[in-house]
């Protein structure tokens, strides 16, 4: 479901700083919105308030939106505390793995080179290696 982003209400939030919007502005015009905003049945915000931000600023006129039937104030106030807080950042292996991965994906080719590389160098040590072997072998009589 769309609405309009000037229909929403803002309450009060939990959050007082939005911080830096930028990275996800950037990640929503690459790849959507993969989230709706989630509003109650009076169009008041309950979660998703970085979202709705970051979508106005790109100058969208309209958000997808998830409707919840939650009126009562410690109901949306536990979703708008459950959205923040149960989130986990990735932990520096867990992004080293996703770049790594990621690169992999985006130049193959690298990988294979590198690949190719390792490959030949190990061809040639055990050529040298064989041709030795065979000037250091007595000739049969």
Known sequence: MQVEINSIIIRKRIRKSLGDIGPLMRSI????????????????LIAGHRRLEA????GWSSVPVRVVDRDDDAEKLEMELDENIHRKELTTDELAEAYMKLDKMKNPGFFKKILAAIRAFFRKIFRRRIRRKKKTRPKPA
């Open 55 to 58: 979508v106005r600023r790109l």
């Open 29 to 44: 015009e690459s790849f959507g919105l993969m989230n709706p905003i989630v509003i109650n049945g009076k169009n008041e």
